[in-house]
């Protein structure tokens, strides 16, 4: 092909290579479910668009200065699709401005960031290339427009994205109101025109604490005093009045693990038996409700019973604002509070949010030590993390409250061969393969942990709470996902495999067993509240304790998404909860939930943003 033959100028061209680039992305290397026609074409339509707005800016730019503009525009607009893509493959979500702010997390990523990048991404730069070799061709390229024809070329960006706009309101009217899914926004308006509208969101959140004053706080109260589920203790108030409690935050563990086995081998033989045990209470209904913080979004469920923000981790963006966090009431009642993770202080800004929330100590990676037999994948593996805290453990003052945070079984799964005691599962998804033997490897490690436990005498005084904070393997496997369940990953499957692990070990307890409440980790703390006899009648929370007789009966999503008792709900789609199908007309059988849903969510967004708990008086 001769390019100087080419009619075309180059802006146009530019406009179509990487409009057409775009949309190969959004339909071939995101993940994202296409439901109807008018979802499909806008979703051809929204990246031309968008290409074409940003690439005719250069028509009022002198020939030289619009072949520099294309050729820049296509590189850092190329990094910022690329920048998303590598994202998604980890996380199913998009890049937001707060996660920008989390940067420094990325250092420790190590190899797991290796894995997100893949040999065909590399054609991703052709149109960078096309572009860049056309725009050496200034006087065959370049457009010497009359004014009157750069504002028509310029209009008619306008009216594409006014048209696009037009359509995503008709797909999925109020789009921009109940914005908590950004897979529809990016759907429906483009990467890029989601990136300025998650700009103008992050300036409009920013304004928030600023003019926000005592009078907000007043309906959140009422709706959280009088809405939450019960709020008089339940039968298993004290139950563990006075005992130590050891919280074991396990990475990334879903209940698709419990109970499984790769070729005749179960994979978690350990934690199998115990859910068994007469010792040990297990609410196979679950679910993690974390967001882009992750391991750190459920933490702060966990410490505060309120939601995590729709961008970003409040780890990161809101740490010094005012809370009543469980380690600081816990402080209150004589408990010494501590963290054990052997990572670094700073990730997830955890070395300034646990001094605000009342954590007495941080045993962060400068207490351990780690060498090239005892370290693989994010670090520290948990058989040596366990053992190695033991020491501190016994230094504490009872009663305490300790939280363990595992590595071992993080993305990308890595574990050496000789440690690995299960074979790899057999799919096309190697992070689905490999996640059953660092699982494997966790569940020995807990099994380790409690004969330490009981070895240095701290078992029979304490209460034992196994969580898997969020889930491990993302929308982006579910094929594979749905090969090892035998069934298809549909939407009400999606969130069926948010289930996580949730186990409450009372040594000397002759009760347990497996309970199906619908729970989650909004629940956490009233729950280990009640169990250990504290009330404290001022506090406000989202959550329910989980042996409550009366409860609210639903969890929420950050994405809107719900589990109720009856149903579930998710991208416009309402199930039945036990059976999975569809229940029509969806409005009336999920929409009263709903309206609770986006209540709460958006309740627990003003008191985050507008700092609201500075304004309350706990006491």
């Given at each position: 092909m001769q390019f100087n033959k080419l009619s075309s100028p180059l802006f146009v061209v530019a406009s179509f290579l990487f409009g057409l680039k775009t949309y190969f992305v959004y339909r071939f290397m995101f993940d994202m479910t296409i439901e109807n026609l008018m979802q499909e074409f806008i979703l051809f339509v929204n990246p031309l668009a968008s290409a074409y707005l940003?690439?005719?800016?250069?028509?009022?730019?002198?020939?030289?200065?619009?072949?520099?503009?294309?050729?820049?525009?296509?590189v850092i607009g190329t990094i910022i699709i690329y920048l998303n893509l590598v994202f998604y493959r980890n996380f199913t979500d998009f890049i937001t401005i707060p996660v920008l702010f989390q940067g420094n997390n990325a250092v420790d990523l190590g190899s797991s960031l290796l894995t997100l990048i893949h040999w065909e991404d590399?054609?991703?730069?052709?149109?960078?290339?096309?572009?860049?070799?056309?725009?050496?061709?200034?006087?065959?390229?370049?457009?010497r427009f009359t004014k009157h024809a750069k504002i028509a070329a310029t209009a008619v960006t306008f009216l594409l994205l006014a048209g696009n706009v037009v359509l995503a309101e008709i797909e999925r009217p109020m789009l921009f109101?109940?914005?908590?899914?950004?897979?529809?926004?990016?759907?429906?308006?483009?990467?890029?025109?989601?990136?300025?509208?998650?700009?103008?969101?992050?300036?409009?959140?920013?304004?928030?604490?600023?003019?926000?004053?005592?009078?907000?706080?007043?309906?959140?109260?009422?709706?959280?005093?009088?809405e939450t589920g019960s709020k008089d203790p339940s039968d298993m108030f004290g139950a563990a009045e006075g005992k130590n409690v050891i919280f074991v935050?396990?990475?990334?563990?879903?209940?698709?693990?419990?109970?499984?086995?790769?070729?005749g081998t179960e994979t978690t033989p350990f934690l199998n038996d115990l859910k068994e045990g007469k010792e040990t209470i297990w609410f196979e209904n679950f679910y993690h409700q974390t967001a882009q913080g992750k391991t750190?979004?459920?933490?702060?469920?966990?410490?505060?019973?309120?939601?995590?923000?729709?961008?970003?981790?409040?780890?990161?963006?809101?740490?010094?604002?005012?809370?009543?966090?469980l380690p600081e009431i816990l402080n209150r009642n004589e408990y010494e509070t501590s963290v054990f993770h052997a990572n670094n202080k700073s990730f997830w800004n955890r070395d300034v949010m646990y001094d605000n929330i009342g954590y007495d100590e941080f045993y962060g990676d400068e207490s351990y030590e780690e060498t090239p037999e005892n370290s693989f994948g994010w670090g520290l593996?948990?058989?040596?993390?366990?053992?190695?805290?033991?020491?501190?453990?016994?230094?504490?003052?009872?009663?305490?409250?300790?939280?363990?945070?595992?590595?071992?079984?993080?993305?990308?799964?890595?574990?050496?061969?000789?440690?690995?005691?299960?074979?790899?599962?057999?799919?096309?998804?190697?992070?689905?393969?490999?996640?059953?033997?660092?699982?494997?490897?966790?569940?020995?490690?807990?099994?380790?942990?409690?004969?330490?436990?009981?070895?240095?005498?701290?078992?029979?005084?304490?209460?034992?709470?196994?969580?898997?904070?969020?889930?491990?393997?993302?929308?982006?496997?579910?094929?594979?996902?749905?090969?090892f369940i035998g069934k298809e990953i549909d939407g009400y499957e999606h969130i069926q495999q948010q289930r996580v692990p949730f186990m409450i070990h009372i040594p000397g307890y002759e009760d347990g067993g497996v309970r199906d409440e619908v729970v989650g980790q909004i629940d956490v703390k009233p729950t280990l509240?009640?169990?250990?006899?504290?009330?404290?009648?001022?506090?406000?929370?989202?959550?329910?304790?989980?042996f409550a007789d009366e409860r609210k009966g639903f969890?929420?999503?950050?994405?809107?998404?719900?589990?109720?008792?009856?149903?579930?709900?998710?991208?416009?789609?309402?199930?039945?909860?036990?059976?999975?199908?569809?229940?029509?007309?969806?409005?009336?059988?999920?929409?009263?939930?709903?309206?609770?849903?986006d209540k709460e969510l958006q309740y627990s967004n003003d008191i985050i943003y507008g700092d609201l708990f500075r304004f309350y008086d706990f006491d």
């Open positions: 940003v690439f005719a800016i250069s028509v009022w730019l002198k020939p030289k200065n619009q072949m520099k503009y294309l050729r820049w525009t296509a590399v054609f991703l730069i052709l149109d960078v290339i096309i572009v860049w070799i056309l725009s050496k061709k200034t006087d065959e390229m370049a457009v109101v109940r914005a908590f899914d950004r897979e529809y926004l990016v759907k429906n308006i483009g990467i890029y025109n989601y990136h300025i509208y998650d700009a103008t969101m992050h300036t409009k959140t920013k304004a928030q604490r600023v003019f926000a004053d005592d009078s907000q706080i007043g309906d959140i109260e009422s709706y959280m005093k009088n935050s396990i990475e990334s563990f879903q209940n698709y693990l419990i109970d499984s086995e790769i070729n750190s979004d459920s933490e702060f469920i966990v410490e505060n019973s309120l939601y995590p923000l729709d961008r970003g981790a409040v780890y990161f963006t809101h740490a010094q604002n005012d809370y009543h966090a593996e948990d058989k040596a993390f366990f053992e190695q805290s033991i020491p501190y453990l016994k230094e504490q003052d009872q009663p305490f409250y300790s939280k363990f945070i595992t590595l071992t079984h993080h993305f990308p799964f890595e574990l050496p061969e000789d440690k690995a005691n299960i074979d790899k599962y057999d799919s096309g998804s190697t992070t689905l393969n490999d996640s059953f033997q660092t699982a494997r490897y966790t569940d020995e490690a807990v099994e380790e942990f409690f004969e330490e436990l009981k070895e240095a005498g701290l078992y029979e005084e304490s209460i034992i709470v196994l969580m898997g904070d969020h889930y491990g393997i993302s929308e982006f496997h579910n094929k594979a996902m749905g090969e509240l009640n169990l250990l006899g504290i009330e404290d009648k001022n506090d406000l929370t989202f959550g329910t304790d989980m969890i929420a999503m950050r994405d809107g998404s719900f589990v109720s008792d009856e149903h579930i709900s998710t991208d416009g789609v309402c199930y039945e909860r036990e059976s999975g199908e569809e229940v029509e007309p969806e409005e009336e059988a999920c929409a009263p939930v709903r309206e609770k849903v």
